[in-house]
Every structure is written in structure tokens, then in C-alpha cells.
């Protein structure tokens, strides 16, 4: 089956530092979404990507999709307390939706 | 508000005995999805519906068994045959199954087998 892997698996930084997480997929993926969890609660929708090479962004978070549609980033710039949890990617490679495993970001204020 | 309301949220069951977790929805979505996270791990689908009386097994489908008789209504039934139950399990809903809506989560049930 579809694999996606996600990199780091963890990451802490100091408030105020950038992160950046990365989502590798074996096959070309249709769209990739992005998912935000806050400890002990769940997944909420952040964003979708379409379109090759495209790069959306929410206040402080960029996200990028790959030339070839198999990689996408989530770019943090200036973290905040309020940035802790896990992000995943979910790539869409046409016939099931494939979470990565997810980076935890750890904040420190 | 619409959303999507799992129950309960902690359940606690002995070795051997089947559970069924609830999942309802009143967004009016067609696609209904169980995930189960483990600690520190990604989401994997367990089984999946894009309209009612129809559902396709996910990635880990072994163990478990679902319905779709209403189209607000996923239950999920863990079955004493799933070596390993005691997870998280989070259930989701999209307008349609195209794999391009995005998912709405509940809140999800920790389930713990003893």
C-alpha cells in the first residue's frame, strides 16, 4: 500500500523559533490535506493542497506541494505556545487517505 | 452546533469480551470514517462508508466490525478476535467519500482492555 512518511517525529524549539515538518510519499499523490491535534484531544483540518508547486498560507504557517506532488511541508514561523501538538499530513494517492505518522512539536516558553 | 459526538469517552473492558463505540453526526455527511491511534502514532483506517448500508474495510480491518443503517450513525464494534484493542479510536466524516473533502473528527473513545 501507499506509504507517506513524516519527518521529524519529534521536534522542540524555543518560542519564538521556526518549524518545519516534512511529508514524503512513495506514489504521486491527487492533494495532500494537513491536520493540527492538540494533546489529549483531536485531529482538526488545517489546509488542502492541489495543485503542484503550490503554497498556501495561514498567518504564520506555510505549506508547500512538491513539483511532483510527493512531498508537502508545514512551515511554523515564530512558534507559539499555542503551536504544541502533532501535525500530520494526509496524502491522497486516489483511493484511500494515508496519514504520516505525525511530528509533535514541544514549545518551549 | 453540527459535529460529530463519540461515546463514551474512556471505556474499560475485559479480555475477550466485545465493545461497541458509538459515532453520530448530524452535519449531513455522505462518507463515515473509523481511525485507531496508538501512542505516539499516525491514524490507520479501520473500515469506511461512503452512503448508508454500504461500508469497505481500511487498512486494519481485522477484529472489528461496522453498520450503516442510518446515514448519521457509524457504530463500531471491536470484537474479541482484535488481538490488540486498547487504543484510541476516532471517528470521522466528510461531505462526500472522493477523498478530497476534508475530515471532521469527534472527540473520540479511549478504549482499555484488560
Known amino acids: 500500500g501507499q506509504q507517506v512518511m513524516q519527518i521529524p517525529q519529534y521536534q522542540h524549539v524555543q518560542e519564538g523559533e521556526d518549524f518545519t515538518t516534512y511529508c514524503n510519499s512513495s506514489?504521486?499523490?491527487?492533494?495532500i490535506q494537513w491536520y493540527k491535534q492538540r494533546p489529549g484531544g483531536h485531529p482538526v483540518f488545517l489546509i488542502q493542497?492541489?495543485?503542484?508547486?503550490e503554497v498556501k498560507k495561514q498567518k504564520r504557517l506555510t505549506f508547500q506541494f512538491g513539483e511532483a506532488k510527493k512531498n508537502s511541508s508545514l512551515h511554523i514561523t515564530a512558534t507559539q505556545t499555542t503551536d504544541v501538538g502533532t501535525y500530520f499530513c494526509a496524502a491522497n494517492a486516489g483511493n484511500m487517505l494515508t496519514f504520516g505518522g505525525g511530528t509533535r512539536l514541544m514549545v518551549k516558553p | 452546533d453540527g459535529g460529530i459526538t463519540q461515546s463514551p469517552k474512556y471505556l474499560f473492558r475485559k479480555e475477550g469480551q466485545n465493545v461497541t463505540l458509538s459515532c453520530e453526526q448530524n452535519l449531513n455527511h455522505d462518507a463515515m470514517y473509523w481511525y485507531r491511534q496508538d501512542p505516539g502514532q499516525g491514524l490507520r483506517l479501520i473500515y469506511y462508508?461512503?452512503?448508508?448500508?454500504?461500508?469497505q474495510k481500511g487498512d486494519i480491518a481485522e477484529g472489528y466490525s461496522v453498520s450503516r443503517e442510518k446515514k448519521e450513525s457509524f457504530p463500531l464494534t471491536v470484537t474479541s478476535a482484535q488481538k490488540n484493542p486498547t487504543a484510541f479510536y476516532l471517528c470521522?466524516?466528510?461531505?462526500?467519500?472522493?477523498?478530497?473533502?476534508?475530515?471532521?473528527f469527534g472527540n473520540g473513545t479511549r478504549l482499555t482492555v484488560t
Open positions: 493542497l492541489v495543485k503542484s508547486g
Open positions: 470521522a466524516s466528510s461531505i462526500g467519500g472522493d477523498l478530497s473533502s476534508p475530515l471532521h
Open positions: 462508508s461512503q452512503i448508508v448500508n454500504d461500508f
Open positions: 506514489t504521486t499523490l491527487s492533494n
